[in-house]
């Protein structure tokens, strides 16, 4: 009988055949494997080592200037019929896409080694993870694959028996922006990448696989494959409430998955669980709720702004085995960025450090870690059924209008405010930074599918006997008239969370308001926090008459999907449209007291 590797190993005759690698390496994730593959690396100026006094086994990577984020334009989804691809995703041909890129990949490997990277996305023997090969020429690729995915012998075991995978081409190229394509050919269960060496764009895992790829299997399966982090919040009373949230790239998830409670909550026993901190498939389960796992095995965090204020279990994470990509260094040799203490001496160009040439650290520099390292990690991120779902949390950067927390009544006014999802753009992609747009689930740049069939999809897991989390949107970037922040954020956001598992457990009290259920000041706990009740009044304000100019513009957005758009979702911004309109603000306050 024919092995279920046949197909694999046709395969990478096939790329070799293509790329022509001077040699052939298949991973089976060894320890060996690695230090041959570092001690390389560190030979040919890929990695530098750092201090290994004060950061053992860690490792800083240059990228080339011209690849340091996501490349949106050049990030396409290849389907027969561009209906399906929807207006959110650049499209092209499949056929037109393979002739173009497989020109870029003719003879490309020459001179290099070509890496088989068999992966699992999830815990190794969990129903609901999924494997893939990646292909590449880059050992930097693989060397982060190993700590952000189960990789090697055990993954390639998997395959043999089920001899179903995601398979993804990858080549650093030339590194040419101008010969740059990263291609989804979800029908094919497929994808190419050229020309980038950058995380989401090279580590096919992650966001090409886990997301854009994911999330079109999920749809026509019946899950949900979302870019979301996964907390645990522990109460004093042992029991664990998971948290599944979704905020664009670069807005806080890392930092809210490894969140310190703040003193009075710690010494009352809460404890927080990073279960994962950038994706989350959920499956719904025999009794009905949604059980999530994290794909991802570590960490590719923002470094710039992890401090030990902010995030100081991401700090611990990353004192030793942590490739560094595009951070400063200190005189003697640590990694360094904006809101770490001390004194850069090289920017993240190789440069000595100097004002004048901007941010020191580049603004999307990264760290890539085992999860395992962290202190607040949850072992049950290894349960294969996952872990069981009870609020989903959507948020954006937004400084004005939005309220710090507000519950959405039910589940399709909780896709609406998902769908609704506006943040300003960040550094994790080229282009502006700081320009508002509506980012979906915070799935703009990930939904490998058209939107308009994505909110259809989260619509269709509200049937019966379906027990699903209750639905919120939060805010920790609303700014007062000085342009700074009003609430105080990191820690202090459990004060947000604590309510939430209340709502969930119908013991907090809110107001409910068009625009969903929002707490009074008297409902959060806000003991040892120093906030003045101004600012508070503005945190949980509804402005009426700026929540019209809103819901309008939400339905000009749906509309932009034409005939894919729900109509259950269009009624129900009609619903909230029709609600703002018959408001009586000073009436709702009397009656909340
Ligand atoms: C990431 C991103 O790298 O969202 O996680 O860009
Ligand atoms: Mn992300």
Not at 149 to 173: C, N, Q, W
Not at 397 to 416: E, N
Not at 468 to 481: E, Y
Request: proline residues 7%; glycine residues 10%; hydrophobic residues 40%.
């Amino acid at each position: 009988m024919a092995s279920q590797l046949d197909a694999l190993n046709r395969w990478v005759d096939e790329v070799a055949r293509l790329t022509q690698p001077d040699a052939i390496h298949w991973c089976d994730g060894s320890d060996e494997e690695s230090r041959a593959l570092t001690a390389q690396m560190l030979g040919d100026g890929t990695l530098v080592a750092l201090n290994p006094q004060t950061h053992p086994n860690c490792y800083l990577h240059r990228s080339n200037p011209s690849d340091v984020a996501r490349v949106e334009q050049l990030t396409l989804v290849c389907t027969r019929n561009k209906d399906d691809a929807g207006p959110n995703n650049h499209w092209m041909e499949p056929a037109e896409a393979h002739k173009k890129i497989d020109a870029l990949f003719a003879g490309c490997m020459k001179g290099r080694t070509l890496y088989v990277i068999p992966y699992c996305m999830g815990p190794i023997d969990s129903p609901i993870s999924r494997c893939g090969v990646e292909i590449t020429d880059s050992p930097y690729v693989v060397a982060n694959m190993r700590l952000l995915t189960r990789m090697g012998a055990p993954a390639l075991a998997r395959i043999e028996r089920e001899g179903k995978f995601v398979k993804g081409l990858h080549s650093v190229g030339e590194l040419d922006p101008e010969r740059r394509f990263i291609m989804h050919f979800p029908e094919e269960l497929s994808i190419k990448s050229y020309g980038s060496d950058y995380g989401g764009n090279a580590l096919l895992g992650k966001k090409c696989h886990a997301l854009r790829i994911a999330s079109w299997q999920a749809k026509s399966e019946g899950w949900l494959a979302e870019h979301m982090l996964i907390v645990g919040i522990e109460n004093p009373a042992g029991e664990t409430t998971y948290v599944a949230a979704a905020f664009p790239s670069a807005c806080g998830k890392t930092n809210l998955s490894m969140l310190i409670p703040p003193e009075g909550y710690r010494k009352a026993g809460w404890k927080v669980w990073t279960v994962g901190d950038d994706i989350c498939w959920m499956t719904p389960g025999a009794d009905g709720r949604l059980w999530a796992i994290n794909p991802e095995a570590g960490y590719f965090g923002v470094a710039p702004g992890t401090s030990k204020t902010t995030n100081p279990n991401a700090l611990a994470t990353i004192q030793h085995d942590t490739i560094f990509t595009n951070v400063a260094v200190t005189a003697d040799n640590q990694p360094w960025w904006e809101g770490l203490p001390g004194t850069p001496a090289t920017d993240w160009q190789g440069r000595p450090y100097d004002r004048a040439n901007g941010p020191v650290a580049h603004p999307n520099s990264r760290f890539t870690v085992s999860a395992k390292q962290c202190p607040s990690w949850s072992p049950q991120a290894e349960d294969a059924q996952g872990v069981p779902i009870s609020a989903i949390v959507f948020g954006g950067r937004r400084p004005s209008l939005v309220p710090l927390v507000f519950q959405a009544r039910d589940w399709t006014h909780g896709v609406l405010v998902g769908t609704a999802m506006v943040s300003e753009t960040t550094a994790a992609a080229t282009g502006a930074v700081g320009v508002l747009r509506r980012d979906s689930m915070a799935m703009k740049p990930f939904c490998g599918y058209n939107y308009g069939d994505y909110f259809a999809h989260w619509l269709s897991l509200d049937k019966p006997g379906a027990t699903l989390p209750k639905i919120f949107h939060v805010n920790w970037f609303r700014k007062g008239a000085d342009g700074k922040f009003l609430w105080p954020g990191f820690g202090d956001n459990l004060r947000v969370l604590e309510w939430i598992i209340g709502r969930c457990e119908g013991t907090a009290h809110a107001e409910e308001t068009p625009i969903g259920f929002v707490p009074g000041k008297r409902d959060l706990h806000l003991e040892g926090l120093d906030i003045d009740d101004h600012s508070l009044d503005t945190l949980l304000d509804v402005d009426t008459e700026g929540w019209i100019d809103e819901v309008a513009d939400i339905g000009r957005y749906l509309d932009s999907f034409g005939n894919h758009t729900p109509a259950a979702l269009k009624a129900e911004q009609q619903r909230v449209a029709e609600a703002l309109e018959r408001d009586d603000k000073p009436a709702r306050k009397a009656a909340a007291g």
